[in-house]
């Protein structure tokens, strides 16, 4: 659970002693930051295009690190480690579908190059019609309000306030304003350039807690023999299980399996936040091998965050321990089913007991990254949502250093409203990484089948592609409610908007929305060719499917399938 008790919980642990080399390398990182940012606000941002997409300059390495520092937050740091130290390997197909980043470079960025849209909508408008591109901007914003700031902002004050004793508030407030600063001085150009400079400090930090970690516990075999012994239901799963049965009440394997497929789709191929840097590509060269290094990156989050949370509950199975003892402390095992009370806090503890002087520094710099760099492509994002899919709409004749003005604007209200979510989070008790794929698993769907048949079947009908998003808004905000509400009522009602499994709803979501759209679009006009050319499969130029061809060779079909086989291997391993 989170919510004030891990706030209580965090506020009487010891804080971590950092020496003068600690502070050092926390200094050095700053300076860092503070040349990249200067160095970039040396550049006149002559327009959004400029301000938003860095002027389409981006290279694959900055590409790749910027998918992978966005994506990764304070939820994978305090909610994927404490999903670790809970659920186990359940909530790791979330983590292992980024594979899909591969559709987004291969299936995807073709489509989006040639539109030279800037925003998801703007794709949507020109798919379908204005009416998809209004409905979709205000989603996405949503999505940024219910999830990603309130998240984020969470997660890094409870990170922060357990590392170094700072008061919650002051911790995230502090975070919210810092970030703000370089993100709305450099635009795109201050995220990507910082990415990459976070990304690498992000990964040592984390390895660090994983090698301690097992070394502390005794290795690999270790860790899976004390999860493995760990039931999380009746029907013969434990910790170590990917694949539950399907009458797992909370996460039965289809949907799982296909709600986390549904929602990875979404997140890599259609959502703002990620797309954003493929669309600041020079070229679909540049931006497919962006995804395909953030797809190599994308393998690591399981073994970077989500184990270290399963070793932080395998030690505290070991008493004898100092740093089991000091773990059981915080975490609090249940006596009766060794279930932790506060498992968001255990990648903070990890931190706080098993690393010594001189590497404290590294691993809060990695955390500070993290948070810092999620939360500028948030800023990013959404201002260029607002500023060109609502307000650009509104006034066409805006110039551009207006709309550069009126997203930094947009941006600090959607924090606000971000912020004062987290009330109605904590009222919710869901663990942190659970509560965002709930959420997720509600918004999700529509969007997925929207994009997914409008890419790949051209008959798909502008209305078809608008009243799907409608329907599909109105399922999830329906069942959100109902969740929040939690009537005591049992019908067929509360049944499929309360009970039902999320991930399960989503998957049901989805199927629906596909059929939805299919029959709708059987019934209303079709697009013209001239409407949907070059922006669905079977419409395309000889031109346009040339430079496509030429914008990839044989390495990166390799490094493709070298990242499906790992995935796979994955499977069979945990399954």
């Known amino acids: 659970m989170f919510s004030n008790n891990l706030l209580i919980a965090a506020a009487d642990l010891n804080r971590i002693s950092l020496a003068s080399w600690d502070w050092i390398v926390i200094a050095i990182f700053f300076l860092a930051m503070i040349w990249i940012v200067w160095d970039v606000s040396r550049k006149k941002k002559e327009t959004s295009g400029d301000y938003f997409l860095s002027g389409r300059s981006a290279t694959w390495i900055a590409i790749g690190a910027s998918i992978f520092a966005s994506n990764i937050g304070s939820e994978h740091l305090i909610g994927l480690a404490g999903a670790g130290a809970t659920s186990g390997m359940a909530q790791a197909h979330w983590e292992i579908q980024g594979w899909m980043i591969l559709l987004l470079g291969w299936v995807f960025v073709p489509f989006y190059q040639r539109s030279m849209v800037y925003t998801m909508p703007e794709f949507l408008e020109k798919r379908y019609n204005r009416q998809s591109r209004g409905i979709l901007t205000y989603i996405s914003l949503a999505s940024y309000v219910l999830t990603k700031v309130s998240v984020t902002v969470l997660a890094g004050g409870l990170a922060l306030n357990t590392l170094l004793g700072i008061n919650f508030w002051v911790a995230a407030l502090a975070l919210v304003i810092i970030t703000a600063i370089y993100t709305v001085i450099g635009g795109m150009e201050s995220v990507l350039k910082t990415s990459v400079l976070q990304t690498p400090i992000l990964l040592v930090g984390s390895l660090v807690i994983l090698y301690l970690g097992l070394r502390e516990l005794g290795g690999w075999n270790a860790m ?58 020079k070229d679909q060269k540049e931006a497919r091998r962006g995804t ?44 009766a089913t060794g279930a932790l009370q506060n498992p968001d806090l255990a990648f903070p503890m990890l931190v706080n007991t098993l690393l010594p002087v001189g590497l404290k520094g590294v691993v809060i710099c990695g955390i500070l990254a993290a948070l810092m760099s999620s939360l500028a492509s948030l800023y990013n994002s959404s201002a260029m ?29 959607v924090v606000v409203l971000g912020v004062l979510w987290i009330f109605v989070i904590q009222a919710m008790g869901k663990s942190l990484y659970d509560y965002i794929q709930s959420i997720q698993s509600l918004l999700a769907p529509a969007i997925a089948a929207v994009f997914l048949l409008g890419v790949c079947w051209k008959k798909t009908t502008p209305k078809a592609g608008s009243w799907t998003l409608v329907v599909g808004l109105v399922l999830g905000f329906t069942r959100l409610i109902t969740m929040i509400a939690n009537p005591d009522s049992h019908n067929w009602f509360t049944y499929v908007f309360n009970e039902m499994n999320v991930y399960a709803f989503g998957v049901w979501t989805f199927l629906f929305c596909v059929g939805f759209a299919i029959v709708v679009s059987m019934i209303t006009p079709k697009p013209s060719r001239e409407h949907v050319q070059g922006l669905c499969f079977g419409t395309a130029s000889p031109e346009q499917k040339a430079e496509t061809r030429a914008s990839w060779n044989k390495w990166d079909i390799v490094h493709t399938v070298i990242i499906l086989a790992v995935t796979v291997a994955f499977y069979i391993y945990f399954w």
Request: charged fraction near 20%; proline fraction near 5%; aromatic fraction near 12%.
């Open 292 to 335: 395909i290094f953030g797809a190599y990156l994308k393998l690591l989050p399981v073994f970077l965050f989500l184990i270290p949370g399963m070793i932080a509950f395998a030690l505290t199975k070991k008493p004898d321990s100092v740093i089991g003892a000091q773990l059981s402390a915080a975490l609090l095992p249940d006596a």
């Open 385 to 413: 949502l607002y500023t060109i899919d609502i307000y650009k709409r509104r006034h066409p004749k805006a110039d551009e250093h207006k709309l550069v003005r009126i997203g930094r604007i947009a941006t600090v209200v």
């Open 224 to 281: 899976m023999d004390i999860c493995g012994s760990q039931p999380v239901n009746q029907l013969g799963d434990d910790m170590t299980t990917l694949m539950r049965s399907g009458q797992d009440k909370a996460f039965p394997w289809y949907g799982a399996l296909f709600g986390s497929a549904i929602i990875g789709f979404w997140y890599w191929c259609t959502d703002q936040f990620i797309v954003q840097r493929v669309l600041s590509g």
